[in-house]
T-cell receptor, first 114, second 112 residues
Framework: GAGVSQSPRYKVAKRGQDVALRCDPISGHVSLFWYQQALGQGPEFLTY????????KSGLPSDRFFAERPEGSVSTLKIQRTQQEDSAVYLC????????????FGPGTRLTVT | QKEVEQDPGPLSVPEGAIVSLNCTYS??????FMWYRQYSRKGPELLMY????GNKEDGRFTAQVDKSSKYISLFIRDSQPSDSATYLCAMSAQGGSEKLVFGKGTKLTVNP
């Protein structure tokens, strides 16, 4: 079946603009994660949903970052008033249940803030 | 000190070589250990997943976990140019309901 999809694949924003990044998890997957990957680094955790409940948002770097998953499937990561340090690849991952360990990643959205 | 340490390389080997990649970690609560492969401008692809200590083999890939030493390894036998990618180790304490903590990634090039 289809994997995790993300859109847009590339986004260029001027500093101060708001952006919205979308994630479509694998159908039926309960858990959804957002990670941020800076150039030359491993992904770093941002936030986690189980169905529509946001259970962990400890990795969100500031209150400019906001994520939602209102119907327990598609998720949106929103960044307000973007800054240059927000430039990174934003990865979404999903897993089947809260007990399963395998997280499957999407291709990512590459955000460049100019 | 980061929770997970991984030598970023780069590592360059001839085709057919045995490749050894490894990570160390400091959090003794980690129980689930994964290796992901990431091609340039792509998302990470799950290669191997192991729970607790021990070995796991899948084709040319072998993952080893030594919890007593807080050390994990990935071996690639008969390496191919198509194995050229960045390899990321990742781990978590609670499995799928918890965030993964990643290493920095090791960039591998296999030369034909």
């Amino acid at each position: 079946g289809a994997g995790v999809s993300q859109s847009p694949r590339y986004k260029v924003a001027k500093r101060g603009q708001d952006v919205a990044l979308r994630c479509d998890p694998i159908s039926g997957h309960v858990s959804l994660f957002w990670y941020q990957q800076a150039l030359g680094q491993g992904p770093e955790f941002l936030t986690y949903f189980q169905n529509e409940a946001q259970l962990d948002k400890s990795g969100l770097p500031s209150d400019r970052f906001f994520a939602e998953r209102p119907e327990g499937s598609v998720s949106t990561l929103k960044i307000q008033r973007t800054q240059q340090e927000d430039s990174a690849v934003y990865l979404c991952a999903s897993s089947l249940t809260y007990g399963a360990s395998e997280q499957y990643f999407g291709p990512g959205t590459r955000l460049t803030v100019t | 000190q980061k929770e997970v340490e991984q030598d970023p390389g780069p590592l360059s080997v001839p085709e057919g070589a045995i490749v050894s990649l490894n990570c160390t970690y400091s959090n003794s609560a980690f129980q689930y250990f994964m290796w992901y492969r990431q091609y340039s401008r792509k998302g990470p692809e799950l290669l191997m997943y192991t729970y607790s200590s021990g070995n796991k083999e899948d084709g040319r890939f072998t993952a080893q976990v030594d919890k007593s030493s807080k050390y994990i390894s990935l071996f690639i036998r008969d390496s191919q140019p198509s194995d050229s990618a960045t390899y990321l180790c990742a781990m978590s304490a609670q499995g799928g309901s918890e965030k993964l903590v990643f290493g920095k990634g090791t960039k591998l090039t296999v030369n034909p």
